[in-house]
């Protein structure tokens, strides 16, 4: 079964500092997605990207986060400075025409 | 606006026996996938099943299908014979194409030996 991949599983981080959070989608796929989710909370959306660009952002996608894909295949979220609300599992998604698979996410604490 | 509703925040189920899982959405667009996601107490997000708004057939997966109402804007998922691995958040998807994903608040699914 396809399968995207997210590292690190676990990110510990003091406030301030910036993190990168990585994801590898499934190589024939053209829609990503990056969501989050605060413990016991809902899925949200940040941010989705097609054809190497940016093509939906929410308002809590803000000036601290982007998002690359820096060699065409890695698709990385980085928060610049990162705060204590910004604790949570962050998840990847990739879509090819039908079915969307999404990593097993990203557990970022901010101490 | 995309909107997906999930009424039953909890479910118990005896172990062997079928559940059925609520969503119900609403979207105007006329393209449009549902997808349902097993979320285990690890915490990651396990694809299940998923259904075109164009697909004639319910969707089936193994022990998962989906009874898709288009009529009614229902796309709740069914389990058969339900296993104690199956006790998890289980979050129902609208994805209109062109957009992002929308997802329902969730359902814990207990299953009881």
């Known amino acids: 079964e396809p399968e995207v991949t997210q590292t690190p599983s676990h990110q510990v981080t003091q406030m301030g500092q910036e993190v990168i959070l990585r994801c590898v989608p499934i190589?024939?796929?053209?829609?990503f997605y990056w969501y989050r989710q605060i413990l016991g909370q809902k899925v949200e959306f940040l941010v989705s990207f097609y054809n190497n660009e940016i093509s939906e952002k929410s308002e809590i996608f803000d000036d601290q986060f982007s998002v690359e894909r820096p060699d065409g295949s890695n698709f990385t979220l980085k928060i610049r400075s990162t705060k204590l609300e910004d604790s949570a599992m962050y998840f990847c998604?990739?879509?090819?025409?039908?079915?969307?698979?999404f990593g097993q996410g990203t557990r970022l604490t901010v101490v | 606006a995309q909107k997906i509703t999930q009424t039953q925040p909890g479910m118990f189920v005896q172990e062997k026996e079928a559940v059925t899982l609520d969503c119900t959405y609403d979207t105007s667009d006329p393209s449009y996938g549902l997808f349902w996601y097993k979320q285990p107490s690890s915490g990651e997000m396990i694809f299940l099943i998923y259904?075109?708004?164009?697909?004639?057939q319910n969707a089936t997966e193994g022990r998962y299908s989906l009874n898709f109402q288009k009529a009614r804007k229902s796309a709740n998922l069914v389990i058969s014979a339900s296993q104690l691995g199956d006790s998890a958040m289980y979050f129902c998807a609208l994805l209109n194409y062109g957009q992002n994903f929308v997802f329902g608040p969730g359902t814990r699914l207990s299953v009881l030996p």
């Open positions: 190589s024939n796929h053209l829609y």
């Open positions: 998604a990739s879509r090819g025409t039908g079915e969307a698979f």
């Open positions: 259904q075109g708004s164009y697909d004639q």
